[in-house]
T-cell receptor
């Protein structure tokens, strides 16, 4: 699976959009971009995934660049409960999930 | 849907004893289950992958005789930490892979088990 690179930490004000970037310049054509988050002392929670097109669900939006070398997870209206570690993972259809260090997102009041 | 449970959520055991952790997929059949370990302030590290009815595949550096994995059914996998030592103290997380009301194969994570070996 392709390696991903994320900033170590980010801050966001409550109510504002949180934009979390991820670089995956070596991603192959059949690898999806997955986003999970982990709130302290809990198991990871699935957020969203995509292949080429932008995706949106009730939790977030995923914007994937046309060359697929990077993506951005958008939490449109961050709340304090969105404070977590966010993991961006490139994975094939039945591949293993390899977790990097992720981005620690802190949402401030 | 797609709920995965783990039991127990926390366990404290004495050094030298064995501990069993259960992972269940509650509303779907998991063809594959994964076991991860997470040390404080570190990321999740995959320990092993198991398919129902077959032997688990362990990641490099994980002792298969110490971490026994059984995947007896499509809804249950167990991880037994044998002869536990303080360095085995960690957060153990399972995930279950399968199709749960969606068209694509996904992994769903359990809430984790905090193991403390004294």
């Amino acid at each position: 699976d392709a390696k991903t690179t994320q900033p170590t930490s980010m801050d966001c004000a409550e109510g504002r959009a949180a934009n979390l970037p991820c670089n995956h310049s070596t991603i192959s054509g059949n690898e999806y971009v997955y986003w999970y988050r982990q709130i302290h002392s809990q198991g990871p929670q699935y957020i969203i995934h995509g292949l080429k097109n932008n995706e949106t669900n009730e939790m977030a939006s995923l914007i994937i660049t046309e060359d697929r070398k990077s993506s951005t997870l958008i939490l449109p209206h961050a709340t304090l409960r969105d404070t977590a570690v966010y993991y961006c993972i490139a994975r094939g259809s039945y591949g293993k999930l390899t977790f990097g260090q992720g981005t620690i997102l802190t949402v401030h009041p | 849907g797609a709920v995965v449970s783990q039991h127990p959520s926390r366990v404290i055991c004495k050094s030298g004893t064995s501990v069993k952790i259960e992972c269940r997929s509650l509303d779907f059949q998991a063809t594959t289950m994964f076991w991860y370990r997470q040390f404080p302030k570190q990321s999740l590290m995959l320990m092993a992958t198991s398919n129902e009815g077959s032997k688990a595949t362990y990641e490099q550096g994980v002792e298969k005789d110490k971490f026994l994995i059984n995947h007896a059914s499509l809804t249950l996998s167990t991880l037994t930490v044998t002869s536990a030592h303080p360095e085995d103290s960690s957060f153990y997380i399972c995930s279950a892979g399968g199709v749960a009301g969606a068209s694509s194969y996904e992994q769903y994570f359990g809430p984790g088990t905090r193991l403390t070996v004294t």
